[in-house]
């Protein structure tokens, strides 16, 4: 059974600081999806990597996969209080189902 | 870009009645549709796929009597909730799978059972 963690699951930083949310998985997948979800808000798609050694950057948000150690980051590079919420990394098992990690809240202070 | 309405966003009804959530992809063809539910500060629980003509297919733990799928067509696909009680109270969303193109979730529906 495919199982997905994240952690920290709560990140409290400061403003221009930089800091990396993590996430792994149990089996082979060909597929991760990063997300940010606002609160009472559905889910807004931030990048999606398909293949061990990708990285896609948008903004200050970099993502990267290692598909060898199930891995995959989300760094986040001099935070900005726009960037509070909660960010959620997602992989695709073999029968295509999309099993979501538990979400990492991230609260940017000024 | 690919599109799925959910309607409606919020409802809120008496314990014991009945509820349906609806999921339409407006500009592709939804095979596949996904239902989540999610409870306050936790993540998305997978609760049901849905292919178009055939059944449902429920995770465990999910009751299917009570969580009642339908997905006649490849643009529409709906979420019962039948005898409604306050643990149900929950913010539920579709997605629809679009195979290689990944996946698009719908705005989400708010239940509150009074």
């Known amino acids: ?110 | 870009g690919a599109v799925v309405s959910q309607h409606p966003s919020w409802v809120i009804c008496k314990s014991g009645t009945s509820v349906k959530i609806e999921c339409r992809s407006l500009d592709f063809q939804a095979t596949t549709m996904f239902w989540y539910r999610q409870f306050p500060k936790q993540s998305l629980m997978l609760m049901a796929t849905s292919n178009e003509g055939s059944k449902a297919t429920y995770e465990q733990g999910v009751e299917k009597d009570k969580f009642l799928i339908n997905h006649a067509s490849l643009t529409l696909s709906t979420l019962t909730v039948t005898s409604a009680h306050p643990e149900d109270s929950s913010f539920y969303i579709c997605s629809g799978g679009r195979g290689n193109y990944g996946y698009t979730f719908g705005s989400g529906t708010r239940l509150t059972v009074v």
């Open chain 1, 1 to 110: 059974e495919l199982k997905v963690e994240q952690n920290p699951l709560f990140l409290s930083m400061q403003e221009g600081k930089n800091y990396t949310i993590y996430c792994n998985y149990s089996t082979t997948s060909d597929r991760l999806y990063w997300y940010r979800q606002d609160p009472g808000k559905s889910l807004e798609s931030l990048f999606v990597l398909l293949s061990n050694g990708a990285v896609k950057q948008e903004g200050r948000l970099m993502a990267s996969l290692d598909t060898k150690a199930r891995l995959s980051t989300l760094h986040i590079t001099a935070a900005v209080h726009d960037l509070s919420a909660t960010y959620f990394c997602a992989v695709v098992g073999n029968t295509g189902k999309l099993i979501f990690g538990q979400g990492t809240t991230l609260q940017v202070k000024p």
